[in-house]
């Protein structure tokens, strides 16, 4: 059974950072690509940022410069570093897992992020 399971979100102030985790379970973490989705009250969701199997990494206009994505093979967790948080950064984060070349994708249950200004 395929796990994606995402923690670190929580509520700070702007300006401030904070560090999301997926860890990952029933999932071939050395094949798939995977990636940091969001999405905010009233809106679609959105890719944040992604990372391929040989971590490549790929970010949104707005994610550059300020969040960093990572992935951790030994631990078959993925990061999304945040810094620099604003208060439109606030949404629901989601980890996302795919198989290349496939349409297998799975999602977690999401984390909230909630930045105040």
């Known amino acids: 059974q395929v796990q994606l399971v995402e923690s670190g979100g929580g509520l700070v102030q702007a300006g401030e950072s904070l560090r999301l985790s997926c860890a990952a379970s029933g999932i071939a973490f050395n094949i798939v690509a995977m990636g940091w989705y969001r999405q905010a009250p009233g809106k679609q969701r959105e890719l944040v940022a992604s990372i391929s199997r040989g971590s490549s990494t790929n970010y949104a206009d707005s994610a550059k410069g300020r969040f960093t994505i990572s992935r951790d093979y030994t631990k078959k967790t993925m990061y999304l570093q945040m810094d620099s948080l604003k208060p439109e950064d606030t949404a629901v984060y989601y980890c996302?897992?795919?198989?290349?070349?496939?349409?297998?994708?799975?999602w977690g249950q999401g984390t909230q992020v909630t930045v105040s200004s």
């Open positions: 996302n897992a795919q198989y290349p070349s496939t349409t297998l994708t799975y």
